[in-house]
């Protein structure tokens, strides 16, 4: 499965803490897309897509927050609750995020800017292009 979990470092002193994010270096792309999500209600789920080539990493800078991944074949549970890690999520991973905190800001950093014709929305037509691709690379 085409993700993995960033370690930043982080600075601080008595004044408090920083984490620095250049592109290139601890994010693996140029950064050309950045949104956030905050105030989502109880219960709700977010995303149900994959991108055919859009990378993201996903911090969550307050709060908490779970993704659901899914390879087509494998699915993942993660839990983004610290500012000083990043989840990578390459292209063709199907995502869902969800539980979050109250007070969760979800911050998103992208590798393209938005293109809805990258998008998949569709779960069955997902693991049907996956498999297609599979069988043409074998």
């Not at 992208?110 to 074998?138: G, P």
Request: aromatic content about 12%.
């Amino acid at each position: 499965m085409n993700y993995k979990m960033i370690d930043f470092q982080k600075h601080g002193d008595d004044r408090g803490m920083l984490v620095a994010l250049e592109e290139n270096k601890e994010i693996p792309f140029q950064i050309k897309r950045v949104y956030y999500m905050f105030e989502t209600g109880e219960n709700v789920r977010r995303g149900y897509h994959a991108h055919k080539h859009l990378e993201q990493v996903l911090i969550c800078v307050q709060g908490k927050c779970k993704i659901h991944l899914d390879d087509g074949y494998l699915t993942k549970e993660v839990c983004l609750d610290s500012p000083t890690y990043g989840l990578y999520i390459g292209n063709d991973v199907w995502r869902e995020m969800y539980d979050f905190s109250t007070n969760a800001v979800l911050l998103v950093l992208a590798s393209e800017i938005y293109d809805e014709t990258d998008y998949i929305r569709d779960y069955q037509r997902f693991v049907e292009l996956i498999r297609r691709q599979d069988k043409n690379e074998n």
